[in-house]
Nanobody
Framework: QLQIVESGGGLVQPGGSLRLSCTAS????????IGWFRRAPGKEREVVSC????????NYADSVKGRFTISRDNAKNSVYLQMNNLKPEDTAVYYC???????????????????WGQGTQVTVSS
């Protein structure tokens, strides 16, 4: 059975860090582009970052550039999002997206996602 599971969310103070993990079962993430999206209360879902299946090309939303880093470990069938210098506006449910597509399609055109995880809550508050 295919499952995409996010973990690592929680409550953190402004300026703190969290590392989100996206782990798959029933599917091998190697060969898929992976994206992180988020949805804040009362707002539309927005893209955070994507990483390609082939050459580790990455893309970041302007709001997280320099603070977030996406990476993948195909041996562990996992993708990570290291989030540093967190701000209250980063508060959202974070979702992992998986697709046989390109970084451009997933992260810019918002197309090509085949599977979604259930999300993990990130709350940045003092």
């Amino acid at each position: 059975q295919l499952q995409i599971v996010e973990s690592g969310g929680g409550l953190v103070q402004p300026g703190g860090s969290l590392r989100l993990s996206c782990t798959a079962s029933g599917i091998t993430l190697d060969g898929y582009t992976i994206g992180w999206f988020r949805r804040a209360p009362g707002k539309e879902r927005e893209v955070v970052s994507c990483i390609s299946s082939s050459d580790d090309t990455t893309n970041y939303a302007d709001s997280v550039k320099g603070r977030f880093t996406i990476s993948r470990d195909n041996a562990k069938n996992s993708v990570y999002l290291q989030m540093n210098n967190l701000k209250p506006e980063d508060t959202a449910v974070y979702y992992c997206a998986v697709g046989r597509t390109t970084v451009e399609a997933m992260c810019i055109m918002l197309l090509g996602t085949d599977y979604w995880g259930q999300g993990t809550q990130v709350t940045v508050s003092s």
